[in-house]
């Protein structure tokens, strides 16, 4: 049973860091997508960023871009996601998200749609005071 468990949550100052981690578990994750959304009380998920969990390659929402930075170690299956400069409107549970190999054309189009991503973790809370 494939398993994604979500920390490094907290309450930050506005210009201050915080680095999450998704622990993977529970099956291969090999060329699958592992993503970050998160969702602000009130709105709809949406997309932080995602990698490629075997070949490394990136998409940022722009929104972040800059800001953020995914990436992933496979010897401890681990993806996280570092965040600096952070605002008050990154306040929101960031999830974690595993979307399975699909063929680039595809993830290329769709990298951004929460739909298209299988296994979820239960989120960890973001909150940016000004």
């Known amino acids: 049973q494939a398993q994604l468990v979500e920390s490094g949550g907290g309450l930050v100052q506005a210009g201050g860091s915080l680095r999450l981690s998704c622990a993977a578990s529970?099956?291969?994750?090999?060329?699958?997508?592992m993503g970050w959304f998160r969702q602000a009380p009130g709105k709809e998920r949406e997309f932080v960023a995602t990698i490629n969990w075997s070949i490394g390659s990136t998409y940022y929402a722009n929104s972040v871009k800059g800001r953020f930075t995914i990436s992933r170690d496979n010897a401890k299956n681990t993806v996280y996601l570092q965040m600096n400069s952070l605002k008050s409107e990154d306040t929101a549970v960031y999830y974690c998200a595993a979307g399975r190999p699909r063929t680039g054309d595809y993830w290329r189009a769709y990298y951004w749609r929460a739909s298209d991503y299988d296994y979820w973790g239960q989120g960890t809370q973001v909150t940016v005071s000004s």
């Open positions: 529970g099956r291969t994750f090999s060329n699958f997508l």
